[in-house]
């Protein structure tokens, strides 16, 4: 079953605005990652977090983590067209070694 | 560098027949996994090689389902026989090991079988 869960499952957004995807996870972490996918194409790594970190920044991205409540939110800054493509978070679980959970997605569409 | 390569891109092939997928890491990297990615199931790791040992096979679906990593550049993931619900794309990733989990993911091997 799927470790991490995406909301909302699609976004659909005009170019300019901000996009909010969040991440929920059910067990204990060590880090959480966001990735990027291209219709098409491999995942592109965003941004790493861990877990005794609340908040970071990479560019137009900003990566929050509350691990009482198992959850993270990726926020996109003035989106532009470039943008449009799926989202993934991924999950190292405490304990699992160095193998990645990936969550189920969330579809992110910009338009002009 | 080229990132990491995968063959074929695309393969079609009759339920029964054997499949081989094919990997290149990053040059120095020493982590490599094997993932497989569904509409249903999503993204899903079979396996992973650490300095070219497996350390995690669990995912690996059952004994159709086999990996190799003869060297540091080189990997493979085999399906004997192929079965229709094995259509998937797979993908290959690698990662430095001061940082497993940024992986550098190639382009994918989309697999039919009919």
């Known amino acids: 079953s799927q470790q991490g869960e995406e909301d909302p499952q699609a976004l659909s957004i005009q170019e300019g605005e901000n996009a909010t995807m969040n991440c929920s996870y059910k067990?204990?972490?060590?880090?959480l990652q966001w990735y990027r996918q291209n219709s098409g194409r491999g995942l592109v790594h965003l941004i790493l977090?861990?877990?005794?970190?609340r908040e970071k920044h990479s560019g137009r991205l900003r990566v929050t983590l509350d691990t009482s409540k198992k959850s993270s939110s990726l926020l996109i800054t003035a989106s532009r067209a470039a943008d449009t493509a799926s989202y993934f978070c991924?999950?190292?679980?405490?304990?699992?070694?160095?193998?990645?959970?990936f969550g189920t997605g969330t579809q992110l569409k910009v338009e002009l | 560098d080229a990132g990491v390569i995968q063959s074929p891109r695309h393969e079609v092939t009759e339920m029964g027949q054997e499949v081989t997928l094919r990997c290149k890491p990053i040059?120095?990297?020493?982590?490599l996994f094997w993932y497989r990615q569904t509409m249903m199931r999503g993204l899903e790791l079979l396996i992973y090689f650490n300095n070219n040992v497996p350390i995690d096979d669990s995912g690996m679906p059952e004994d159709r389902f086999s990996a190799k990593m003869p060297n540091a550049s080189f990997s493979t993931l085999k399906i004997q026989p192929s079965e229709p619900r094995d259509s998937a794309v797979y993908f290959c990733?690698?990662?430095?090991?001061?940082?497993?989990?940024?992986?550098?993911f190639g382009p994918g091997t989309r697999l039919t079988v009919t």
């Open positions: 977090i861990r877990s005794n970190e």
């Open positions: 991924a999950t190292a679980l405490t304990g699992g070694g160095n193998k990645l959970t």
């Open positions: 040059s120095g990297h020493d982590y």
């Open positions: 067990t204990s972490i060590n880090n």
């Open positions: 990733a690698s990662s430095l090991a001061g940082h497993p989990y940024e992986q550098y």
